[in-house]
């Protein structure tokens, strides 16, 4: 059993779970078959096989937890949150495609659509095991309002550890790219408000609950000038960065007929590979350009219901692994992944990764890493989160695996990862319940389901 001694939490009251199997994630994969873990405050303080210990004082809670799956938090490394309320259209394009076809109903989005939209895609992430998400917000549209405080303020009301992503698009189609001109802000401006959100919002101590990241849209929608000078600012201010990279086959031939290279020799040449920056899909990677992520410690967010709806292509997730590249997974916006839950994407990693030829492409033991770890690392906050071990902070998952749908499976890791996604009895964020029992506790879900239908129909009204 690890503990640690009482430095100055000990006083914080304390929840104590029993009796559950538990995945910890660490560096050995440790798992307990029958053991507990007691959180004291925000921070876990033990976990280890047996009972809890018995001498511990100021017990708010204690959880048996029989016939329970103990994870890390899930963590969600891509998502466009506003998507929650332009589901279901477009449903049979490819990227390019389908990103015209949409481009002009988001350009009408404002702060109070956002807000709605945010805790419709907030809350499907937590019902399914997500407790820390990052949000790619790009379409800023003049006039729309506090868009990115929108976000922040309707994530913070559901109790999500977050990453908020100033997005941008800059480059329009008078200057080449793929969103209409009205769509695009100017360089200058982005910057200004890029770092104006970082002052403002990024909080970089242990145990934040919110953290700023700099995220120009993609090669296609933003100027190589935009790109040079995010990465600068990024650095200058001490923050991630993000972007959409080597997603599809055109924009590959995209960035070869502009900048006359592939799409990671592009993000090379304008600073874009570093141990700060990660990037969403890298489907279309050649041996070379994995080979470079590998060296300079370049993350993927892994999105493959995404890849698969937008019929993008399978990512070479186990070569990646392999060659030590950061790999995390993501749902991405719920306008090309209906379902919005970081849970099933478990099991769709697995699954499609395997069709690569390999049955042993992912073991379900490396898709709850991906899930968990791998996402806390490609968010650079693998000492605070991503696994279950004294000294972290206390983002957990109880999974129930004892119902009819998992209680025939012997090897509960098995029955998350392989079966179908199990009931969430409860979630914690930072030591606080958010979902007990399947329902969020902070928010009337209810209330949430009208807002983002009132929301869906106002935006599409503004057509
Ligand atoms: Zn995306």
Redesign the pocket.
């Known amino acids: 059993m690890a503990s640690v001694a009482n430095n100055g939490v000990g006083a914080a009251p304390r929840i104590v779970i029993e009796n559950a199997a538990i995945a910890t994630v660490d560096a050995l994969d440790t798992e307990y078959t029958r053991g507990h873990v007691v959180i004291a405050g925000n921070i876990i303080e033990s976990v280890g096989e047996g009972p809890a210990p018995m001498w511990l004082e100021n017990v708010a809670r204690r959880i048996n937890a029989e016939g329970h799956l103990v994870t890390p938090g899930l963590v969600n490394t ?1 998502h ?1 949150f506003y998507q929650w309320i332009t589901r279901g259209v477009a449903q049979d394009d490819i990227l390019f495609d389908w990103l015209v076809a949409l481009y002009p109903t988001w350009s009408r989005i404002d702060d109070k659509l956002v807000h709605a939209a945010s805790q419709g895609s907030a809350a499907a992430l937590l019902k399914s095991g997500c407790t820390t998400a990052s949000d ?1 917000h790009y379409v800023f549209p003049q006039g729309g309002g506090d868009i990115l405080g929108a976000s922040i303020e309707a994530v913070s009301e559901l109790g999500m550890r977050f990453t908020a992503l100033r997005g941008s698009m800059s480059r329009g189609k008078s200057d080449g790219g793929l969103p209409p001109d009205h769509a695009v802000e100017k360089t200058e401006d982005i910057l200004l408000a890029s770092e104006a959100a970082v002052d403002r919002w990024h909080d970089a101590s242990f145990g934040s609950m919110l953290h700023v990241a700099i995220a120009p849209c993609s090669p296609f929608s933003v100027t190589t000038e935009l790109m040079k000078e995010a990465a600068e600012l990024a650095r200058r201010k001490g923050v991630r960065l993000h972007t ?1 990279g080597s997603e599809t086959a055109e924009e590959e031939q995209f960035c070869k007929e502009l900048f006359g290279m592939g799409p990671t020799d592009y993000f090379e040449s304008v600073g874009w590979l570093g141990e700060d920056v990660w990037m ?1 899909h890298c489907v279309h990677m050649n041996d070379s350009d994995i080979r470079k992520f590998a060296e300079t410690g370049t993350g993927v967010a892994h999105c493959p219901s995404s890849n698969a709806r937008l019929a993008a292509g399978i990512a070479r997730v186990p070569d990646m692994m392999a060659a030590g590249v950061p790999v995390g997974l993501g749902v ?2 719920t306008a090309s992944n209906e379902s919005g839950e970081l849970g099933t994407e478990l099991r769709n990693a697995l699954l499609i990764n395997r069709l690569h030829g390999r049955p042993d492409a992912l073991t379900a033991r490396q898709t709850l890493r991906l899930g968990t770890m791998g996402g806390a690392r490609v968010l650079g906050r693998q000492a605070e989160i991503g696994s279950v071990e004294v000294g972290k902070l206390a983002d957990l998952a109880l999974w129930k695996v004892d119902g009819i749908m998992h209680s025939s499976i012997a090897d509960p890791v098995a029955a998350l990862v392989m079966g179908a996604l199990p009931p969430l009895s409860l979630l914690l964020v930072n030591g606080r319940p958010v979902v007990e029992h399947g329902h969020l506790t902070t928010v009337n879900e209810d209330r949430i389901a009208k807002a983002c239908a009132d929301a869906a129909k106002e935006l599409a009204s503004r057509g």
Do not use: L, R, Y
Request: glycine share 14%; proline share 0%.
């Open positions: 891509h466009h790619h959409h969403a991405d916006g």
